[in-house]
């Protein structure tokens, strides 16, 4: 028996698995979203990235009245129908001292790390998290693709995350490799499965929640609420294969 749009929430990572890596949803993977999976399911996206990256690479503010749950920041900010319902701050959580002395070090690091290129914006501060990027977030399309094939061979965003371990061994924070050129940092507990403790509070229960992402591996910030035992992890590896997956699973015509 089909369940009900009600009984079954699909959450969806962004890039990688809605979108290309940084790059804007594609038209034909939204109209498949808003015409075919919208009226089947509840349909929520969880990611790294704050509200504005989000509305970047999902066209504008559409996705917030569009998905019934939207989640920036692994659902450190909630929103439901449009509206914002909730926010926690990492800086009410680790203090100002600890994220002083944690940025510095980042800011040290990085600049005696050698690699290729170097741009601009290395640290990210968001409301719920850090993002930390060796090569600067404000590389060219070809300067992220350059730096993730030198990254899979010299590991550079594993070894400064085991430094950072050994340097902060009493802050309980978690790393997290997402993307092509960066890593987050959050408290642990603050990765995706965070935005589950919003959807918990939901009245009725619903009877199926699936995840789609792309960084399911450990280490990867998918891997916690993909491999969460409430709910049902789907690894994709591009938006067609999320299309796929998702014919597959809601049974639909194409």
């Not at 050698?114 to 590389?139: H, Q, Y």
């Not at 085991?162 to 790393?175: G, I, K």
């Amino acid at each position: 028996m089909k369940l009900q749009r009600d009984e079954i929430l699909i959450l969806f990572d962004v890039d990688g698995t809605l979108t290309e890596p940084r790059a804007a949803i594609e038209e034909n993977m939204k109209e498949f979203l808003y015409r075919d999976v919208l009226p089947r399911a509840t349909l929520g996206v969880v990611g790294g990235s704050d509200l504005e990256k989000m509305r970047e690479q999902l066209n504008g503010s559409e996705f917030l009245t569009k998905f019934d749950y939207v989640f920036p920041e692994n659902g450190l900010v909630q929103y439901e129908a449009g509206q914002e319902v909730g926010k926690a701050s990492i800086v009410q959580h680790l203090g100002e001292d600890v994220l002083k002395r944690f940025i510095n070090y980042c800011l040290r690091y990085i600049a005696d790390l050698d690699i290729p290129i170097k741009r601009g914006t290395f640290i990210e501060f968001r409301n719920g998290l850090i993002n930390v990027s060796p090569i600067g977030r404000n590389c060219s399309v070809a300067e992220r693709k350059e730096f993730y094939a030198y990254d899979a061979v010299h590991r550079i965003r594993q070894t400064m995350i085991e430094r950072l371990q050994v340097e902060f061994p009493a802050v309980d924070l978690t790393y997290s490799i997402g993307g092509q050129i960066s890593f987050d940092v959050f408290p642990a507990g603050w990765d995706k499965t965070f935005c589950l403790r919003h959807v918990f509070k939901r009245k009725k229960a619903f009877r199926e929640i699936h995840f789609f992402g792309d960084k399911t591996d450990p280490g990867g910030n998918d891997y916690e609420i993909y491999s969460h035992p409430q709910t049902v992890g789907h690894r994709v590896t591009s938006p067609d294969d999320t299309m796929a997956q998702l014919v597959e699973l809601l049974e639909l015509q194409q």
